[in-house]
């Protein structure tokens, strides 16, 4: 993951433009929003990104617990946050210090593609110990092994159409199929699950799991799935 989390913390091209940019965590958080459970909740956000409309998730919750790897995200989220009572930044690391059972709703949202196995096991591990009983794992935008980057371009491009950022689409496209992006997507890769997979990976973690009837963010060809811890 070191190299991604090395990747998003640099000036990247994964978004063409800053209304592509907003959109995208717009929706990220309109669909978090849709599973807080309650404004009692404690919501933990894992590998968070940007996170630009956090503070309207925090207002629907207690807390909120903005985790990322990226030091220099990280720093931005301090900045734009940090007045904030209801949000907390915190490294991946400082979760180790949550106590059990203390966290209502985690969001893992376009993360696991980028893990190793065991970097998500680990993940998993974490979640099972600090949610509450009956608390829930949100796992999104998780790739399945047969829908490759065509369909993810043609998702972009839809969700350009929708929000009038096509022209900056194609532009952006041309200048990430040169990019540092692409180098890793084929010199590493990205992690990819079929529905079977993923399912008996969370259960093994400690988990109840089933997949959600639409995936959170815009692409419709990814899976989000939804988990409890075991008793």
């Not at 030091?71 to 907390?88: D, M, Q, S």
Request: hydrophobic share 45%.
């Amino acid at each position: 993951m070191d190299d991604w989390i090395d990747y998003y913390d640099s000036t990247h091209t994964i978004y063409v433009s800053k209304l592509h940019r907003d959109v995208h965590f717009r929706v990220i958080a309109n669909d978090i929003l849709s599973y807080v459970p309650s404004p009692d909740a404690v919501v933990l956000d894992y590998s968070c990104g940007e996170a630009l409309f956090a503070a309207q998730v925090a207002a629907a919750c207690q807390k909120l617990i903005l985790a990322e790897p990226a030091p220099g995200v990280r720093g931005r989220l301090t900045a734009r946050f940090g007045p904030n009572p209801k949000i907390a930044v915190h490294s991946l690391d400082d979760l180790a210090q949550l106590p059990d059972r203390s966290v209502d709703l985690a969001v893992m949202i376009s993360v696991a593609q980028y893990m190793t196995a065991a970097e998500l096991d680990a993940a998993f591990s974490l979640m099972r110990r600090i949610l509450k009983p009956g608390g829930k794992l949100v796992l999104g935008d998780i790739l399945r092994p047969d829908v490759g980057a065509a369909t993810d371009v043609a998702a972009l491009l839809k969700l350009a159409v929708k929000n009038g950022f096509l022209t900056d689409a194609l532009w952006g496209l041309a200048r990430t199929a040169l990019s540092d992006y692409w180098q890793l997507r084929q010199s590493i890769g990205l992690q990819r699950y079929s529905e079977a997979e993923m399912l008996a990976k969370l259960k093994a973690a400690g988990f109840e799991s089933s997949l959600a009837r639409k995936n959170v963010g815009y692409n419709p060809a990814r899976m989000t799935f939804i988990a409890t811890p075991r008793s």
